[in-house]
């Protein structure tokens, strides 16, 4: 790891983390986000929508040669000329060629993430040609010397006041900091630009093989004015825009402004193909195609699909890391869960080293992503890249290979972790403060102690009687299951007996291994597939209960794509995937058992958190809700509830504590908002954090698993 | 094409992004709606149904000033500008406006007040009914500059706060007028 630049980095985090101002900000667009959203596609089918977006692109990137030919052959036909840039130094020296050819003193721009991907300006600005930014935010960003901090509103995060003072600068005269009269500063600062300019650029955010022509969807106006005033129109466009048709084209500008900013529509979409009169005389049209990195994108396996990106800015929307540290951040030029990604390709692997980590895995970009990309997916393959290259830390490195790998001894060291804790434990379940250098980790959240006995070894001493069983299943556990909440496991038995299943819990078992794969290490996860896949289907089960969603996910999903490529292991893999289940989902899908616990609850107020894996990952998320229903319960909801808890494993241990810390503090107050006096939730990493976090703060709320609420009922009756 | 309920639907989204739209009844009384609106000068491009509904005399004689000789210097200097219509899409609110010729930009995109004359006939459902008709206008010419306009120009780049009018018209009036045309490949 390249300490200076991790340090640069821990930097950001802490000055962004030190502005709440931003964080608040932040928060409040998501939520209005969400909301305008919610009403643009109200009467659309967004999932249908995506599908086909996502069938769409994928078909672009599979004739992408053919398809770019013929939208190059249709422009040049239609008078523009047409220029492939292999890198981004290759577009800006093209265009400041041609500015110089064109003697430009001046180019007026409209908005374009591509022209930031290269730095364009500062090409121009060699070539003696200024470039005047006309998009308001860009506006802003380019007065203050910054980079954009989101895709779509580059300056989100900058306030009214600052800009004030920014225009005053440019104006002369003091510019009060009221929204409107900013607004018209900036109108009329920039008027005149579009007059003189002898070029405007532009950028895409389509372009059509049937047409030969371009797409903008903006809503000041000033793209518009750039691509009508000046004689020359440039427009830097990356291949990745390319669709086939007007009909694919208006599929994405019909989802692109709802997705982007809840807008049904933006205010201009300009469609643009060829030289089109100017002033009595032919526009100039350049078109050039950016590769830069992309079809190095298209042609790795793992990350090919975050070509279908059709840049709308709502994996930043959403995410919890952006909206606690903004793009400066979370993001080198791109931002959020998709700049991960371009950054690696377009800026190189080293300027991605310290983001790809900043993801907390809570999917919630891939539940809105437009076109459907598994971004979350892809970011982990890219941690893996980065571990090999750069390595995943020695500490850790030792822990997954050396130790988790050899199921006896991460056992036995677990073990002995739970006599060695006593000390700090005093016998209680809770850590509520650790000695010295690892006090921060319980600063802000108790731990849970490990336990004295592990769920394998109870669960062996559980009697079950169930005379005729309908199932027998296995359960797997899981790390935090097995060694911290041993007593989950055991409501689980006397739940499932209540229901007549059997469960029985296969030692050889070991971690689902989404540990050592968040942290890069796909090895030691491939290896823990293979020990967990034998262990599992050894007794031949009907099915296999989890009681954590990651651990779900894992052998639902990354055992099979780990393994899909070995004869040997992948139909075993599959197996596994086809009979494992989540617990809730199993008693109400498989067993259609939610009525055994109807009204044995004594009623209290709940709330319900959804874990992440749970929601976006095994798609449950009514089952625990009718369950806790049934059982006679008060749901009550609270704001936000799908929104991650902050916990993502080491993430909140050892990688980003800080942001986990925050946005658990986000999570803690939707609980208390809501009045409920429990927490129900399905995972014990949700219960860790959640748990701790309660215990923290004494806030008088329990939180626990939906199978603790039914075993609870149960033992009530 | 142009039922009722699709020019209600029209309005409805129109109006929820910012713009105004009037039923007129007839050509000059479009014409008495815009010269109230106005004290600079009109832009007034050629279009084909404007010219045959004889617009330029209409708006002269409701005491619009009409300015027909469209360049940089008196767009730059114009209060509004006016334009028909290709067609329109009911569920966003959305104006086709076929603009290769550079004095329907001009017209469009620098005054502060824009006018648009749409006949109801020509408000189709939604864009992708509005595939055929983009298709046929790429058919018929070789080069192409055609605008989508829903509302007015509007940025929410400070603090995320909607604001009306950056660098386009910071109005939109869209005249609903009867019988103008409803060829959707003719302004
Ligand atoms: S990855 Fe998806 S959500 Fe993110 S910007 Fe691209 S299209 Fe939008």
């Given at each position: 790891?390249?300490?200076?630049?991790?340090?640069?980095?821990?930097?950001?985090?802490?000055?962004?983390?030190?502005?709440?101002?931003?964080?608040?900000?932040?928060?409040?667009?998501?939520?209005?986000?969400?909301?305008?959203?919610?009403?643009?596609?109200?009467?659309?089918?967004?999932?249908?929508?995506?599908?086909?977006?996502?069938?769409?692109?994928?078909?672009?990137?599979?004739?992408?040669?053919?398809?770019?030919?013929?939208?190059?052959?249709?422009?040049?036909?239609?008078?523009?000329?047409?220029?492939?840039?292999?890198?981004?130094?290759?577009?800006?020296?093209?265009?400041?060629?041609?500015?110089?050819?064109?003697?430009?003193?001046?180019?007026?721009?409209?908005?374009?993430?591509?022209?930031?991907?290269?730095?364009?300006?500062?090409?121009?600005?060699?070539?003696?040609?200024?470039?005047?930014?006309?998009?308001?935010?860009?506006?802003?960003?380019?007065?203050?010397?910054?980079?954009?901090?989101?895709?779509?509103?580059?300056?989100?995060?900058?306030?009214?006041?600052?800009?004030?003072?920014?225009?005053?600068?440019?104006?002369?005269?003091?510019?009060?900091?009221?929204?409107?009269?900013?607004?018209?500063?900036?109108?009329?600062?920039?008027?005149?630009?579009?007059?003189?300019?002898?070029?405007?650029?532009?950028?895409?955010?389509?372009?059509?093989?049937?047409?030969?022509?371009?797409?903008?969807?903006?809503?000041?106006?000033?793209?518009?004015?750039?691509?009508?005033?000046?004689?020359?129109?440039?427009?830097?466009?990356?291949?990745?825009?390319?669709?086939?048709?007007?009909?694919?084209?208006?599929?994405?500008?019909?989802?692109?402004?709802?997705?982007?900013?809840?807008?049904?529509?933006?205010?201009?979409?300009?469609?643009?193909?060829?030289?089109?009169?100017?002033?009595?005389?032919?526009?100039?049209?350049?078109?050039?195609?950016?590769?830069?990195?992309?079809?190095?994108?298209?042609?790795?396996?793992?990350?090919?699909?975050?070509?279908?990106?059709?840049?709308?800015?709502?994996?930043?929307?959403?995410?919890?890391?952006?909206?606690?540290?903004?793009?400066?951040?979370?993001?080198?030029?791109?931002?959020?869960?998709?700049?991960?990604?371009?950054?690696?390709?377009?800026?190189?692997?080293?300027?991605?080293?310290?983001?790809?980590?900043?993801?907390?895995?809570?999917?919630?970009?891939?539940?809105?992503?437009?076109?459907?990309?598994?971004?979350?997916?892809?970011?982990?393959?890219?941690?893996?890249?980065?571990?090999?290259?750069?390595?995943?830390?020695?500490?850790?490195?030792?822990?997954?290979?050396?130790?988790?790998?050899?199921?006896?001894?991460?056992?036995?060291?677990?073990?002995a972790a739970s006599v060695m804790q006593k000390p700090v434990t005093k016998g209680e379940r809770s850590i509520r403060h650790l000695p010295l250098f690892f006090s921060s980790l319980t600063e802000w959240r108790?731990?849970?102690?490990?336990?004295?006995?592990?769920?394998?070894?109870?669960?062996?001493?559980?009697?079950?009687?169930?005379?005729?069983?309908?199932?027998?299943?296995?359960?797997?556990?899981?790390?935090?299951?097995?060694?911290?909440?041993?007593?989950?496991?055991?409501?689980?038995?006397?739940?499932?007996?209540?229901?007549?299943?059997?469960?029985?819990?296969?030692?050889?078992?070991?971690?689902?291994?989404?540990?050592?794969?968040?942290?890069?290490?796909?090895?030691?996860?491939?290896?823990?597939?293979?020990?967990?896949?034998?262990?599992?289907?050894?007794?031949?089960?009907?099915?296999?209960?989890?009681?954590?969603?990651?651990?779900?996910?894992?052998?639902?999903?990354?055992?099979?794509?780990?393994?899909?490529?070995?004869?040997?292991?992948?139909?075993?893999?599959?197996?596994?995937?086809?009979?494992?289940?989540?617990?809730?989902?199993?008693?109400?899908?498989?067993?259609?058992?939610?009525?055994?616990?109807?009204?044995?609850?004594?009623?209290?107020?709940?709330?319900?958190?959804?874990?992440?894996?749970?929601?976006?990952?095994?798609?449950?998320?009514?089952?625990?809700?009718?369950?806790?229903?049934?059982?006679?319960?008060?749901?009550?909801?609270?704001?936000?509830?799908?929104?991650?808890?902050?916990?993502?494993?080491?993430?909140?241990?050892?990688?980003?504590?800080?942001?986990?810390?925050?946005?658990?503090?986000?999570?803690?107050?939707?609980?208390?908002?809501?009045?409920?006096?429990?927490?129900?939730?399905?995972?014990?990493?949700?219960?860790?954090?959640?748990?701790?976090?309660?215990?923290?703060?004494?806030?008088?709320?329990?939180?626990?698993?939906?199978?603790?609420?039914?075993?609870?009922?149960?033992?009530?009756? | 094409?142009?039922?009722?309920?699709?020019?209600?639907?029209?309005?409805?989204?129109?109006?929820?992004?910012?713009?105004?739209?009037?039923?007129?009844?007839?050509?000059?009384?479009?014409?008495?709606?815009?010269?109230?609106?106005?004290?600079?000068?009109?832009?007034?491009?050629?279009?084909?149904?404007?010219?045959?509904?004889?617009?330029?005399?209409?708006?002269?004689?409701?005491?619009?000033?009409?300015?027909?000789?469209?360049?940089?210097?008196?767009?730059?200097?114009?209060?509004?500008?006016?334009?028909?219509?290709?067609?329109?899409?009911?569920?966003?609110?959305?104006?086709?406006?076929?603009?290769?010729?550079?004095?329907?930009?001009?017209?469009?995109?620098?005054?502060?007040?824009?006018?648009?004359?749409?006949?109801?006939?020509?408000?189709?459902?939604?864009?992708?009914?509005?595939?055929?008709?983009?298709?046929?206008?790429?058919?018929?010419?070789?080069?192409?500059?055609?605008?989508?306009?829903?509302?007015?120009?509007?940025?929410?780049?400070?603090?995320?706060?909607?604001?009306?009018?950056?660098?386009?018209?910071?109005?939109?009036?869209?005249?609903?007028?009867?019988?103008?045309?409803?060829?959707?490949?003719?302004?």
């Open positions: 790891m390249n300490k200076q630049r991790n340090k640069d980095y821990r930097q950001r985090i802490d000055q962004a983390l030190a502005t709440p101002k931003l964080q608040d900000a932040l928060h409040k667009f998501g939520d209005a986000y969400l909301m305008s959203r919610g009403n643009a596609f109200a009467n659309y089918d967004f999932e249908a929508m995506r599908t086909e977006i996502s069938a769409m692109k994928t078909g672009v990137r599979e004739n992408h040669a053919v398809l770019l030919q013929q939208f190059i052959a249709n422009a040049e036909a239609a008078g523009a000329t047409v220029y492939l840039a292999k890198t981004a130094e290759d577009a800006n020296n093209y265009i400041a060629e041609l500015a110089k050819k064109k003697g430009a003193k001046l180019a007026v721009k409209s908005k374009s993430m591509a022209s930031e991907e290269t730095h364009l300006n500062v090409a121009l600005e060699k070539a003696g040609t200024k470039a005047l930014e006309t998009d308001l935010g860009e506006y802003i960003i380019q007065l203050a010397g910054q980079r954009p901090s989101h895709m779509v509103m580059p300056a989100i995060h900058m306030f009214k006041e600052e800009v004030a003072e920014l225009f005053s600068k440019e104006t002369g005269k003091i510019e009060p900091a009221e929204i409107k009269h900013l607004v018209e500063v900036a109108r009329e600062q920039l008027r005149q630009g579009y007059f003189d300019a002898e070029i405007g650029i532009t950028g895409a955010n389509i372009a059509v093989a049937e047409t030969g022509g371009i797409a903008l969807v903006t809503n000041e106006g000033n793209a518009r004015l750039a691509s009508t005033l000046p004689k020359t129109h440039i427009a830097l466009v990356g291949i990745e825009k390319l669709v086939p048709t007007l009909d694919d084209a208006t599929k994405v500008i019909r989802i692109l402004p709802k997705n982007a900013t809840g807008q049904p529509l933006t205010s201009y979409v300009t469609w643009i193909r060829g030289a089109v009169p100017c002033a009595g005389e032919e526009k100039e049209l350049h078109i050039v195609l950016l590769d830069n990195g992309r079809s190095t994108l298209a042609e790795s396996p793992h990350c090919q699909e975050a070509l279908n990106c059709i840049r709308c800015g709502a994996c930043a929307n959403v995410c919890p890391v952006y909206q606690t540290v903004g793009g400066h951040v979370f993001g080198h030029i791109y931002i959020g869960a998709i700049g991960i990604i371009l950054t690696a390709f377009f800026h190189g692997l080293e300027n991605a080293a310290e983001i790809v980590r900043a993801c907390i895995g809570c999917r919630s970009c891939v539940a809105i992503c437009p076109s459907k990309i598994d971004l979350e997916e892809i970011i982990l393959s890219l941690r893996e890249t980065i571990g090999e290259e750069e390595g995943i830390g020695t500490g850790k490195d030792l822990v997954f290979r050396k130790v988790m790998r050899n199921r006896k001894l991460f056992h036995g060291l677990l073990r108790t731990l849970p102690a490990v336990a004295d006995k592990p769920l394998r070894d109870v669960i062996l001493q559980q009697p079950q009687q169930v005379e005729k069983p309908r199932y027998r299943v296995a359960l797997f556990g899981g790390c935090a299951n097995d060694f911290l909440y041993p007593e989950l496991g055991l409501d689980l038995v006397t739940v499932m007996n209540a229901l007549d299943v059997e469960v029985y819990y296969p030692q050889e078992q070991n971690c689902c291994g989404v540990p050592a794969l968040y942290s890069g290490d796909k090895e030691t996860a491939i290896e823990l597939a293979k020990q967990n896949i034998d262990a599992m289907l050894e007794g031949k089960p009907d099915f296999v209960l989890t009681t954590c969603p990651t651990c779900t996910m894992a052998l639902q999903r990354d055992f099979v794509e780990h393994l899909k490529d070995n004869p040997a292991w992948a139909a075993k893999a599959e197996q596994l995937a086809e009979i494992t289940v989540d617990a809730a989902g199993f008693i109400v899908n498989q067993l259609d058992g939610a009525d055994l616990f109807a009204k044995l609850a004594s009623q209290e107020k709940v709330t319900y958190h959804d874990s992440c894996h749970l929601k976006r990952g095994a798609g449950v998320w009514q089952e625990p809700r009718q369950l806790i229903e049934t059982a006679g319960h008060e749901l009550v909801e609270m704001a936000h509830a799908d929104r991650c808890c902050g916990f993502g494993g080491s993430y909140s241990l050892t990688s980003h504590p800080d942001i986990s810390k925050q946005i658990l503090k986000d999570k803690l107050n939707d609980i208390e908002a809501s009045g409920a006096s429990c927490v129900a939730m399905d995972c014990p990493g949700c219960m860790m954090q959640i748990r701790g976090g309660l215990e923290k703060q004494e806030m008088p709320v329990r939180a626990q698993h939906t199978i603790e609420l039914l075993a609870e009922a149960l033992k009530n009756s | 094409m142009g039922t009722e309920q699709q020019v209600e639907k029209f309005s409805l989204a129109a109006r929820q992004i910012g713009a105004e739209v009037f039923q007129a009844e007839s050509l000059s009384a479009a014409a008495r709606y815009v010269a109230e609106k106005l004290t600079g000068n009109l832009l007034l491009p050629a279009f084909a149904s404007g010219a045959r509904a004889e617009l330029k005399s209409a708006l002269e004689k409701a005491g619009a000033r009409v300015e027909t000789d469209l360049s940089r210097e008196t767009a730059a200097q114009a209060e509004g500008g006016i334009t028909g219509v290709n067609f329109a899409m009911a569920d966003t609110g959305t104006l086709v406006l076929e603009s290769t010729d550079e004095a329907i930009r001009l017209a469009t995109t620098l005054p502060e007040k824009q006018f648009a004359l749409l006949d109801p006939e020509k408000i189709l459902a939604n864009s992708l009914e509005a595939v055929e008709p983009m298709r046929q206008l790429h058919l018929r010419d070789p080069r192409n500059y055609i605008a989508y306009v829903t509302g007015p120009s509007r940025t929410a780049d400070i603090e995320r706060v909607l604001t009306i009018g950056v660098h386009g018209p910071k109005e939109l009036h869209i005249l609903l007028v009867p019988k103008l045309s409803s060829d959707p490949l003719e302004m």
